[in-house]
């Protein structure tokens, strides 16, 4: 192959070393060798960037030095007798503070809702919504994102140069198969720059915008009852239960009295018709 494609793989080995992830061989036929590449690098040693491992350090410097960017994420459960009221009220504190309402849920026994408040917002946010009702479960977490979002620029930033090095070269190509086999490399870096930048931007968003999740449900407990109304009330029930007592017992009498009269008065004749004859005998007897 010509000088013009040895010499675009070369540079692309060289950014590719500064950070960005390899660009690889080209894949038609007849293409550039790995071994080739560097043979090429090496005649071009002076405009090489810093072995990886110095850049890796320079890049720990880096974070060392920016504003830290911390993702904040809160996790609230709170009870209240008014699920719908307070979910107005939540709603109401995210609209004064700019945020997001991202998902709505609800049912007869909870509402659920995940929220995105801007970040310099998210503590004066949280202090309100506890507010609002008894708060039963609270969970703040931050990660810190620094590294990451600096490794991002950093391969952008590479991508970036690695794609107007091949816009460049493509005017350059004295072929329709080098016309073809840039293009291919200049789709490729497309691609992973828009990959990239995607990442960046969920990032940016994570940083900026906070996650709430507020769970609202009803009362499962039962509260404590003063002492006083306690014992008054234990009083009231054994009263009522001593009185459904006394109506169950003068109910048994009277069906012991509806029933088992006229048995116990046959019982009574019986026994003073024995009581009679009895004596008739006895006076027969001394006569």
């Not at 929220?115 to 949280?126: N, S, T, W």
């Not at 407990?221 to 109304?229: I, S």
């Amino acid at each position: 192959m010509n000088g013009f494609l040895r010499k675009t793989v070369a540079l692309a080995v060289i950014l590719t070393v500064s950070g960005c992830s390899a660009v690889g061989r080209f894949g038609s036929e007849g293409g550039v060798t790995e071994e080739s590449a560097a043979g090429f690098a090496a005649d071009t040693a002076a405009a090489a960037p810093m072995p990886m491992m110095k850049a890796a350090r320079s890049l720990n410097q880096a974070a060392a030095g920016v504003e830290r960017k911390i993702v904040y994420r809160a996790d609230l459960t709170i009870e209240t007798t008014d699920l719908v009221g307070t979910r107005e009220k939540i709603l109401n504190l995210m609209e004064t503070e700019n945020g997001i309402l991202e998902y709505n849920e609800q049912n007869e026994q909870q509402f659920y809702l995940s929220l995105k408040i801007p970040a310099e917002k998210f503590e004066e946010f949280l202090n309100e919504a506890k507010a609002v009702g008894r708060v039963i479960y609270s969970s703040i977490s931050a990660n810190d994102v620094t590294e990451q979002y600096i490794d991002t620029e950093t391969r952008l930033a590479s991508k970036r140069a690695l794609l107007e090095k091949y816009q460049s070269y493509l005017p350059q190509a004295k072929d329709l198969k080098e016309i073809l086999e840039v293009e291919a490399q200049i789709n490729s870096v497309t691609t992973e720059l828009e990959q990239w930048e995607g990442r960046l931007q969920r990032l940016e968003k994570e940083v900026a915008y906070s996650s709430v999740s507020v769970r609202l449900k009803l009362p499962t407990y039962v509260e404590k009852e003063d002492d006083a109304k306690t014992i008054a009330d234990l009083f009231l029930s054994i009263g009522k239960n001593l009185r459904i007592a006394f109506a169950y017992i003068a109910l048994g009498l009277i069906y012991i009295a509806a029933v088992g009269g006229p048995f116990i008065a046959a019982v009574v004749i019986i026994a003073l018709c024995i009581r009679i004859v009895r004596r008739k005998k006895r006076g027969k007897t001394k006569a």
